[in-house]
């Protein structure tokens, strides 16, 4: 990836991983209501669009609420 290239792709708006990670359980849980998390944690989103890392841990926190949930239901 060149100078140009990495420029295009990071976006100001994009908080980091620090600022990104103690909201992830929040943002789940948003998601999970059928709400659109992107309209409350907008630098969030948008720094899990772009950061496979935090992705990875979102995906995986969604996957195990989503298990939790069924569960309670009696799934
Ligand atoms: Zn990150």
């Known amino acids: 990836m060149n100078e140009l ?3 295009l792709l990071a976006d100001p708006r994009d908080p ?3 600022a990104a990670m103690p909201i992830l359980d929040q943002y789940v849980e948003l998601e999970l ?3 659109d998390p992107a ?3 907008l630098a ?3 720094h899990l669009r772009s950061c496979p890392a935090c992705r990875a841990d979102h995906d ?3 996957e195990a609420a989503r298990r939790f949930s ?3 239901l009696g799934g």
């Open 60 to 62: 995986g926190l969604l």
């Open 5 to 7: 290239e990495r420029l």
């Open 33 to 35: 209501d059928g709400a």
């Open 70 to 72: 069924d569960a309670q």
């Open 39 to 41: 309209a409350r944690f």
């Open 44 to 46: 969030t989103a948008v």
């Open 16 to 18: 980091g991983c620090d």
